[in-house]
């Protein structure tokens, strides 16, 4: 069963972003903790307008817990040809359950809901390590076009 994600799928929710983080980054145990916190409730406030969260609950009763998430979010560009994008921030299918075609029910909402907006790009990042993303959403007709780069500082003493 699809549907927008609700104050109740909190928890679940932070539980499946944890699991994304840390298949990210397993070293990230701490981070994936808090960062799950923040997007789970940032996404509860943002609205409608802004912002769409969609979960795949395996069975329509409330105590059923949740195989998919999708965040996505609409991002304004001004300096781009088309101002407005979704912005796709989380898109995550716990491993028992995929390839069974949840990630592809959420996406088609997804769609459906930035078609209804006017916007016509839809964009997300992925780790270069992460073939399984990359054969995903390539299938789904999504084209690499940027690479980012990051370089991690050492800290300085502390003033």
Request: hydrophobic share 40%; aromatic share 8%.
């Given at each position: 069963m699809i549907r927008e994600i609700q104050a109740e799928d909190r928890e679940a929710?932070?539980?499946?972003?944890?699991?994304?983080f840390q298949e990210i980054d397993p070293e990230s145990v701490?981070?994936?903790?808090?960062?799950?916190?923040?997007?789970?409730?940032?996404?509860?406030?943002?609205?409608?307008?802004?912002?769409l969260g969609l979960v795949?609950?395996?069975?329509?009763?409330?105590?059923?817990?949740l195989s998919s998430l999708?965040?996505?979010?609409?991002?304004?560009?001004?300096?781009?040809s088309r101002a407005r994008a979704v912005y796709i921030d989380a898109a995550y299918t716990l491993p028992d359950f995929?390839?069974?075609g949840r990630m592809t029910f959420?996406?088609?909402?997804?769609?459906?809901?930035?078609n209804d907006r006017g916007i016509e790009v839809m964009e997300l990042s992925t780790p270069l390590a992460n073939q399984t993303a990359r054969v995903f959403w390539e299938k789904r007709g999504?084209?690499?076009?940027?690479?980012?780069?990051?370089?991690?500082?050492e800290r300085g003493p502390q003033a």
């Open positions: 929710a932070r539980g499946l972003l944890s699991a994304l701490l981070f994936a903790a808090e960062a799950s916190s923040i997007t789970t409730d940032l996404y509860l406030s943002l609205g409608p307008e802004k912002s795949y609950r395996e069975n329509p009763n409330e105590s059923a817990r999708l965040l996505a979010r609409v991002e304004e560009r001004p300096l781009r995929r390839g069974r959420l996406l088609d909402r997804l769609e459906i809901w930035s999504y084209i690499p076009r940027m690479l980012t780069f990051s370089r991690e500082r």
